[in-house]
């Protein structure tokens, strides 16, 4: 199918961007890397009357680390592969990049936006989940304000947000991981680049000693939202002990509630977020461990 006709613009300046947001609010839609909002607009599922392509927009396709706020800043229109390599993100906050391996086909990737992803709230985005995990910041403006919206208050369910119609993600702040930290992502999905019917990431940081000193777990692709699981975070806390790392995770099922459709039973996607967290907590603390050893 081809799309409903719309008026299309490419702003230079964001300023010019949010004019327009705020001139045409809900008629509009932001084009980021179009990989959600181009199929949508052909199935005509999406038919909006303004289509604002953002991607001339200057100052958002940097990773800036601020040591003096020990966090990573990463603009709207960073591609998930750049997210993979960045040697900022793979010092500071390596569980993004971990994520962003995950995601689609290699086309995705190469056009694909942080920004993008997260506006478009998937259950099983990697990005949510990630981003979700760190307790990361979204930063957002309109015409004539800003704010900084943390992820917990910013997804409202199933490709829901707390954007208003004139508003427009312009970074996602993280805080940096703490040395001795390791991160994995583990997720199970049918095919090879399809969605996960469900995902989990775990963001690990020991002491000296290799007791678990932070742990941060959240698991996706189950509720309508990417979710923390703030009880397996507990936990583990103080734990050195494998056995222990798979008791901690099987209270996953205490944070969700999982939806049954016909990809999978709510069952089947309790146990696979209760043994992808077990796994990802593992290859975090492995890795962690090898952090300790290198610090
Ligand atoms: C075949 C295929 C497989 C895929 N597999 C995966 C996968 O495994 N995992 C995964 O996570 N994703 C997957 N995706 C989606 C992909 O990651 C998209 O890139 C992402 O979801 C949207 O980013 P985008 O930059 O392409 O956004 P767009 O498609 O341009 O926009 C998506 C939505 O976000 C809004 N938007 C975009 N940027 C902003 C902004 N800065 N501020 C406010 N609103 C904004 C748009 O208006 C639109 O509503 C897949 C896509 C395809 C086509």
Redesign the pocket.
């Known amino acids: 199918m081809k799309p409903a006709a719309f008026e299309y613009v490419c702003p230079d300046t964001l300023e010019e961007a949010l004019s327009y947001l705020d001139l045409w609010g809900d008629s509009a ?11 949508l607009l052909n199935m005509r599922l999406a038919q909006p009357q303004y289509i604002i392509d ?1 991607n001339r927009l200057p100052g958002l396709s940097g990773i800036t680390r601020h040591p003096d706020t020990r966090t990573v800043e990463i603009g ?1 229109l960073v591609r ?1 592969h750049q997210l993979i390599s960045n040697p900022i993100l793979l010092a500071h906050a390596s569980l993004l990049s971990e994520a962003a391996r ?4 290699i086309a ?1 990737r190469s ?3 942080i ?3 997260i ?2 709230a ?1 259950p ?4 949510p989940l990630a981003v979700t995990a760190l307790r990361g910041h979204l930063k957002v403006r309109s015409r004539h304000s800003q704010r900084t919206i943390p992820i917990e208050d910013f997804f409202g369910g199933y490709y829901m947000t707390a ?1 208003e119609p004139n508003e ?2 312009y970074a996602v702040e993280v805080l940096e991981s703490p040395i001795r930290t390791g991160c994995a992502v583990k997720e199970f999905q049918r095919r090879h ?1 399809d ?1 996960a019917l469900a995902s989990a990431a775990a963001a690990i940081t020991v002491d000296e000693s290799g007791a678990v000193l932070q742990a941060r777990v959240a698991v996706g692709g189950v509720a309508p939202n990417a979710v923390t699981c703030s009880k397996v975070e507990e936990a583990l806390c103080g734990q050195t002990n494998n056995n222990q790392f798979s008791l901690a995770a099987e209270l996953v099922a205490q944070h969700i509630d999982p939806p049954e459709d016909i990809q999978a039973s709510a069952d089947y996607r309790r146990h696979l977020a209760i043994a992808l967290a077990a796994e990802a907590i593992d290859s975090a603390y492995e890795r962690a461990l090898w952090a300790k050893e290198e610090a």
């Open positions: 839609k932001i084009l980021a890397g179009g990989q959600s909002l181009v199929p953002i709207a998930h995950y995601i689609g086909h995705i056009r694909g936006t920004g993008g992803s506006a478009h998937d099983s985005g990697e990005l954007l427009l993600i680049g969605f």
